[in-house]
């Protein structure tokens, strides 16, 4: 490729990426995304200082792993950081006002003797069905006058180009892309959006072909920052980011908001006396887990690949090979067959073992059963890592200390040892990190249980992983701030370990 053709391919590609970076923050601004339309443009921006140039080299190739980095490791890890501080959660996930415009359109009802209008529900042209802005295209039945309607209002729809069903209902406008009942049903914005009307209502759509007019029964008084229900005549007021009532009886409103919380969601952890000790329980048995799983899948790796690392043994590629499938096998799929084989009553396992014991049944069995098989799992990793360390070894060092008499055990211990460890340290912590969060067998195993004294949060074999995702996903109140404060301890717990280890690991590779 000579000069002049790498220079057009390359301002080309620089041109096409700054188009959609630039098509993207459109959309972004659009949606009144203002903070991420300059964080898009600032990208942007760099694209061309990094690329357009010919210096700066080495910042080519850095820029990229730069850009994944932030997005894929930093974003997120500030994203739970910045939760974590926040009641986000069911029931908690807008704003304040946006709570007040979700009730009040929840509690519009049909003004009796309205016309109900044949609906079409659209966006602009070209608009995405799915995130547009939408729109109602309306026909009076009466005077079969057809309507467009948004967030703003209700504006006659011009007749040239409209085409409707039998019923009114419009099948084509030009300017509009009318959405399929899948799409509809696939916008969760739709079911609290109303057309407003000139008399303080709305209109509101019923099913998928009909709209009625409507007003609601909730008020909101910012001066007293009060709601007003006119068919009970009840008053609601602010308590702990959601609407009670007034008087102390009857429920609250079902939709509160997202507000800052400072550090109540670390408080709760550390101090609340059921959560403290589940945690607690969980922290304990959480760093148990993964230190056993990494000390007794190296050591049975060790062995075997210590084993199957003398010459003597006759076929090794065909025993190595049968020793690294249960590697191969997808963990779920490993998970789900042990969980089959430790089932208390046709299970496997109890035809070998006396007394018939309920392996996920009892808290202690079930922490053993998880045990056994994560080993089972982990071992043909530790094996292969430990085969390919070995056989970096030089054999002249080994034979020397053979001659200086050393025996075998001693030969491990003082030379293998050492020099296995500074090559295989990084990977056991990796390993230690990988099962401290070890979701997936916990969930297909047991699922965090079993659960003891109708406690049904905090589970016998819960990691905290496990904890943090039955909080925010399927509790009956999902609580994402409170989870996101877990995850926080995770990381720091996982990070300061880890930190330890790497300190240890270069200690060992100074001695090596």
Not at 197 to 223: N, Q, R
Not at 266 to 289: E, Q, S
């Amino acid at each position: 490729m000579n000069r002049s053709t790498y220079v057009i391919l390359k301002w080309v590609l620089i041109v096409l990426v700054a188009g959609g970076l630039l098509a993207l923050a459109t959309k972004l601004a659009l949606g009144g995304f203002l903070p991420w339309v300059i964080g898009i443009a600032f990208l942007a921006m760099c694209v061309l200082v990094v690329y357009g140039p010919k210096r700066g080299v080495p910042a080519k190739y850095l820029f990229p792993g730069l850009i994944f980095m932030l997005c894929l490791q930093v974003f997120p890890i500030v994203l739970t950081v910045a939760t974590s501080f926040t009641n986000y959660g069911d029931g908690h996930q807008v704003s304040k006002q946006e709570s007040v415009d979700t009730l009040i359109a929840q509690s519009v009802q049909e003004v009796p003797g309205s016309p109900r209008y044949a609906l079409s529900v659209a966006v602009r042209e070209n608009a995405d069905p799915l995130t547009g802005d939408p729109y109602y295209l309306l026909t009076d039945p009466t005077t079969k006058q057809s309507y467009v309607g948004d967030a703003k209002g209700l504006s006659d729809l011009p007749e040239a180009g409209v085409t409707k069903s039998a019923t009114g209902k419009i099948t084509a406008a030009p300017g509009f892309t009318i959405l399929n009942a899948r799409q509809v049903n696939a916008r969760p914005d739709l079911k609290t959006f109303a057309v407003p009307t000139a008399d303080g209502g709305g209109i509101k759509a019923v099913g998928l072909s009909e709209a009625f007019v409507g007003k609601p029964t909730l008020s909101y008084d910012a001066a007293t920052d009060t709601i007003t229900d006119s068919a009970t005549g009840n008053k609601y007021v602010p308590k702990n980011a959601t609407w009670v009532n007034a008087n102390g009886n009857g429920s609250s409103l079902p939709v509160g908001w997202r507000e800052n919380v400072g550090l109540q969601n670390y408080i709760n952890a550390l101090t609340d006396p059921t959560l403290r000790a589940g945690f607690f329980k969980i922290l304990v048995w959480n760093i148990f887990f993964s230190l056993f799983t990494v000390i007794g899948t190296f050591l049975l790796g060790f062995l075997l690949a210590l084993l199957f690392n003398d010459d003597r043994i006759k076929l090794k590629g065909l025993w190595r090979s049968l020793l690294i499938l249960p590697y191969a096998l997808p963990i779920f799929v490993t998970a789900i067959v042990w969980r089959s084989m430790f089932n208390q009553d046709y299970g496997i396992i109890n035809s070998f073992v006396p007394g018939h014991i309920d392996w996920l049944g009892d808290p202690t069995a079930a922490k053993v059963a998880i045990l056994l098989t994560n080993l089972w799992m982990g071992f043909p990793y530790m094996f292969v890592v430990c085969t390919g360390a070995l056989q970096s070894i030089p054999g002249d060092i080994k034979e020397a200390a053979r001659i200086d008499g050393a025996t075998g055990f001693r030969v491990i211990r003082s030379i293998i040892m050492p020099l296995l460890l500074v090559a295989v340290g990084p990977l056991l912590l990796a390993s230690f990190a990988f099962n401290f969060n070890n979701f997936t067998l916990i969930f297909f195993m047991t699922k965090g249980g079993p659960f003891e004294d109708n406690q049904t949060s905090i589970g016998s074999t819960d990691l905290l992983i496990t904890y943090a995702y039955r909080l925010a996903i399927e509790g009956t109140t999902p609580n994402f701030g409170y989870a996101a404060a877990i995850s926080v301890f995770i990381f720091i717990i996982v990070a300061g370990l880890s930190l330890q280890g790497f300190r240890k690991a270069a200690a060992l590779e100074e001695v090596a």
